[in-house]
């Protein structure tokens, strides 16, 4: 099998559905929805075994998968104080900002980052849309946002992991496709092994969820969106290609890699097709977008 023969990848699976990959001494989990463990992934934990130290990608969307990711994180590094060094958010959409009032209560001193003024923007609109909707819980209400979000000033070289030779970079995505707007994290192992945390930017046999929401207060008035997406998404197909040995661990659903990643993207690529063809339809217009606002 190509990925053995590349490094040793151990998947475990719990009964809350959580999986794991192990590497250069390095442990990513990817903590999922026990209601729905197929298509909810929007949750990492990545641990160091040397240093038993660690970071989260994304925060999960209810208290009960942030719990998951808090514990997993804590056994992990064998301490309940131990703060994680930092939080990477995406971007800004409820399922995988609603978990961060659970880490700030839990870890008060974990900076989360995000890469963009325009992500912070995003995340805090889509905020007070689920708090005026009931949508999120007081307490997850009941947090400044604009001073919790910090930007990354050097998102190329501004994160740091307690962990030998490890390079992190943060990477500013401006395809309107699932966000507005969103960031990307590469881990590069000390053997050379790529990692990137995609967020909705690339999401893999899962749902995809178009929404440029807060900049027209409408669904799209073309296209432009979901071609842009689907081409960007082709393109990144020939990245990997070139590349074979990343890891993609997506947004939403399973890890994939580089030699079967050509597939998993076409299957999305349909998914957009089908929605291009629902929601310039008229007669769907109110199923679309009931669809673009549901949680």
């Known amino acids: ?77 064998q301490s309940i104080i131990k703060p994680p060094q930092f939080v990477f958010l995406t971007h800004g959409h409820p399922d995988h900002a609603g978990g961060i009032a659970l880490i700030q209560r839990t870890y008060s001193s ?13 995340t805090m609109q889509w905020i007070d849309f689920s708090c005026e909707h009931s949508i999120f819980s007081g307490a997850q209400c009941n947090l400044d946002y604009a001073s919790i979000l910090r930007v990354l000033t050097s998102p190329q070289s501004q994160l740091s992991f307690s962990h030998p030779s490890i390079k992190l970079r943060a990477i500013n995505d401006l395809v309107k496709g699932d966000s507005s ?6 881990l590069t192992t000390p053997s050379g092994i790529p990692f990137l945390f ?30 842009e997406w ?14 074979r040995r990343f890891i993609i661990l997506p947004g939403h659903g399973p890890v994939s890699h580089a030699n079967r990643y050509t597939q998993d993207i076409a299957l999305n690529i ?25 949680q």
Not at 112 to 117: D, G
Not at 230 to 243: K, L
Request: overall charge negative.
């Open 1 to 77: 099998m190509f990925v053995r023969s590349i490094f040793l990848l151990v998947l475990l699976h719990s009964i809350n559905s959580d999986k794991t990959i192990i590497l250069d001494s390095l442990i990513v989990t990817q903590v999922q929805d026990a209601s729905n463990p197929d298509d909810n992934s929007n949750a990492y934990a990545v641990t160091s075994v040397s240093t038993r130290e660690g970071f989260f990608v994304d925060t999960g969307a209810t208290n009960s998968t942030t719990a998951q990711l808090i514990l997993a994180y804590q056994q992990q590094v």
């Open 110 to 122: 974990t900076p989360i980052y995000v890469v963009s003024q325009q992500v912070a923007k995003e």
């Open 181 to 186: 707007y969103a960031g990307l994290l590469e």
């Open 198 to 227: 995609t967020g909705d930017s690339i999401v893999i046999q899962s749902h995809l969820f178009v929404s440029n929401f807060f900049e027209n207060q409408t669904p799209p008035g073309s296209d432009n969106a979901l071609c």
């Open 230 to 243: 689907a081409g960007y998404m082709q393109a990144s197909g020939c990245e990997f290609r070139s590349n």
């Open 270 to 294: 349909d998914w957009i097709r089908a929605l291009r063809r629902l929601t310039f339809n008229s007669c769907n217009i109110s199923y679309v977008w009931s669809q673009m606002i549901r």
